[in-house]
């Protein structure tokens, strides 16, 4: 089995114990500087069963079907996110490869980045910037949080920990979700 793991990211994202981990279960070629898919040397050649780790960095948010069809035998895709929406799943499902993703991997990052981008609105950072970073209580005059609603729709593992720097904040929260039932917000 060879796993070819793919991502600039190689360096930072893995432990040294980890290398090893994985170098201890099969053939690892891992490739940090790559071009095109193309650039993966032995991706295409041989017939040794094969596992593709994936950084959606490298390939610009693209693992087009094409790939994944001249990558012989092909056993799975890892994707190094959590999402799977730059993958066609159904086409990797009809080949009978699974694809899987790192669940929760980035939940908080991701809760951070949406709260963050929430008050620099609420702050009225884009104008702000607009105007060159000139003072102007009237045109720059932001909103407080505490007290105000947020309305989030899906109680993941993202959507549960905004809520939760939401409520952090002051704020009130309410929710949709299809299949959550969190007792801590409003429906």
């Known amino acids: 089995m060879k796993t070819f793991i793919v991502s ?9 114990e980890q290398i090893t981990v994985l170098q201890n279960a099969g053939d690892v070629i ?13 991706l295409f050649e041989g017939s040794d069963e094969r596992i593709l780790a994936i950084d959606p960095d490298f390939s610009d948010w693209k693992l087009p079907n094409e790939v994944i069809e001249k990558i012989p035998n092909l056993k799975a895709i890892v994707l190094q996110t959590t999402s799977f929406s730059w993958v066609d799943v159904d086409f990797a ?6 694809v899987m993703n790192l669940r929760g991997f980035s939940s908080i990052a991701v809760a951070e980045w949406a709260t ?6 609420a702050r009225k950072l884009p104008v702000v910037i607009k105007d060159g970073w ?11 949080m505490r007290g105000k609603t947020a309305g989030i729709i899906g109680l993941g593992n993202i959507g549960t920990a905004v809520a939760e720097n939401c409520q952090g904040l002051g704020m009130k929260v309410q929710y949709w979700s299809k299949n ?4 801590d917000f409003s429906m």
């Open 8 to 16: 600039p990211n190689i360096d930072t994202f893995f432990t040294n």
């Open 30 to 42: 891992f490739h940090k500087e790559i071009t095109s898919y193309d650039s993966i040397p032995g």
């Open 93 to 98: 499902k009809s080949k009978g490869i699974p």
């Open 116 to 121: 963050m981008m929430m008050l620099n609105l």
């Open 134 to 144: 000139k003072q102007s209580y009237t045109a720059h005059k932001g909103l407080e």
């Open 180 to 183: 959550s039932r969190e007792t």
